[in-house]
C-alpha cells in the first residue's frame, strides 16, 4: 500500500499557474505509474495527467494538454501538476493516486491501487 499527500492547491484567477505535489511513501516509488485525477462538483471524476515509473512517459487529457504538465523525482518519491494558463472549468479537487499494475491503464481510474486526500483547485474568472 501507497500513502499520497497531495499539495499545491489554492485560489487563482484565470491565466494564473499553479503546481500541485504528491509525496509518496511505503513503497518504491519507482516501481511504480501515477496519476493526477480530479472531481468537479456534480461530475465524474476525469483523468487529467498520467505518468510511467521512469518518467519517461506522459499521458494527457486533451481538456489540458499543451497547459498541464505532469512530472516525477523518484529521489524524492514525488510527482508533480504544473498548471499553466489556468481556465475556470479547471476548478476541482484534484487527486494524485498510484498504480501497480505491470502494463498500467494511466488513463482508467478504477486501474489505480492507492489515492491521496485530494487538493482544492479554484480558477476565478
Known amino acids: 500500500q501507497v500513502q499520497l499527500v497531495e499539495s499545491g492547491g489554492g485560489l487563482v484567477q484565470a491565466g494564473g499557474s499553479l503546481r500541485l505535489s504528491c509525496a509518496a511513501s511505503?513503497?518504491?516509488?519507482?516501481?511504480?505509474?501515477m496519476g493526477w485525477f480530479r472531481q468537479a462538483p456534480g461530475k465524474e471524476r476525469e483523468f487529467v495527467a498520467g505518468?510511467?515509473?521512469?518518467?519517461?512517459?506522459?499521458y494527457y487529457a486533451d481538456s489540458v494538454k499543451g497547459r498541464f504538465t505532469i512530472s516525477r523525482d523518484n529521489a524524492k518519491n514525488t510527482v508533480y501538476l504544473q498548471m499553466n494558463s489556468l481556465k475556470p472549468e479547471d476548478t476541482a479537487v484534484y487527486y494524485c493516486?498510484?498504480?501497480?499494475?505491470?502494463?498500467?491503464?494511466?488513463?482508467?481510474?478504477?486501474?489505480?491501487?492507492?489515492w491521496g486526500q485530494g487538493t482544492q483547485v479554484t480558477v476565478s474568472s
Open positions: 493516486a498510484a498504480n501497480m499494475g505491470r502494463f498500467p491503464q494511466v488513463r482508467v481510474g478504477a486501474s489505480y491501487n492507492d
Open positions: 511505503g513503497r518504491t516509488f519507482s516501481s511504480y505509474a
Open positions: 505518468i510511467n515509473w521512469s518518467g519517461g512517459s506522459t
